[in-house]
């Protein structure tokens, strides 16, 4: 069975980095498909980020391609979202998933709340 | 990008009965139209691809319809394990994006 978590830090400062790992089990990622970020803002706005493929080329949402990076630890299984100069409209559920590339997204993370504030 | 009009935002309804869920494109996207089901504490789950395939798992009390830019989930006789949030999602093109989000509560 395909799963993928999500790990980090509930909450960052303004300004700083957001960091966020997804490991994955059941699925080696350099296998195939593309392993996105996704992330659910209060409200409910839903916002794909970017993803890495199973090759690992990244693409990114133009709306954050200055403060971005996806990589990733092929010996791990897993891979990581870098958020940089956060700001309080960062405040969100963060999500990983698998797909992208452009693709439905089939197996998610259950994610991981990230608050913004000083 | 495409932008996603889902409606309604919030619709109450009760077990065995049957709701619809609007999802309208910003351009034609074919039938590159995803449907999701979210659930507090739960991983999101794929419920249609393709406008009206049913991901594995998926009971067939739902369907999905549409092409082009109207599209359209059904869920007929109600289950109390369906009421959840749910989002259809374009993978026409990037960036991906999403509706907004249809809230399912038990009347």
């Known amino acids: 069975e395909i799963q993928l978590q999500e790990s980090g830090p509930g909450l960052v400062k303004p300004s700083q980095s957001l960091s966020l790992t997804c490991s994955v089990t059941?699925?080696?990622?350099?296998?195939?498909?593309?392993w996105s970020w996704i992330r659910k803002f209060p409200g409910n706005k839903m916002e794909w980020m970017g993803y890495?493929?199973?090759?690992?080329?990244?693409n990114y949402n133009p709306s954050l391609k200055s403060r971005i990076s996806i990589t990733r630890d092929t010996s791990k299984n897993q891979f990581f979202l870098q958020l940089n100069s956060v700001t309080t409209e960062d405040t969100a559920t963060y999500y990983c998933a698998r797909g992208g590339g452009p693709h439905y997204f089939d197996y998610w993370g259950q994610g991981v709340m990230v608050t913004v504030s000083s | 990008d495409v932008q996603m009009t889902q409606s309604p935002s919030y619709l109450a309804a009760s077990p065995g009965e049957s709701v619809f869920i609007s999802c309208k494109a910003s351009?034609?996207?074919?039938?590159?139209l995803a449907w999701y089901q979210q659930k507090p504490g739960e991983a999101n789950k794929l419920l249609i691809y393709?406008?009206?395939t049913l991901q594995s798992g998926t009971p067939s009390r739902f369907s999905g319809s549409g092409s082009g830019t109207d599209f359209t989930l059904t869920i007929r006789n109600l289950e109390p394990e369906d009421f959840a949030v749910y989002y259809c999602q374009q993978y026409y093109e990037k960036p991906l994006t999403f509706g907004s989000g249809t809230k399912l509560e038990i009347k």
């Open positions: 059941g699925y080696t990622i350099t296998s195939g498909y593309d």
């Open positions: 351009k034609s996207i074919s039938n590159y």
């Open positions: 890495i493929s199973y090759s690992g080329s990244t």
């Open positions: 393709s406008g009206s």
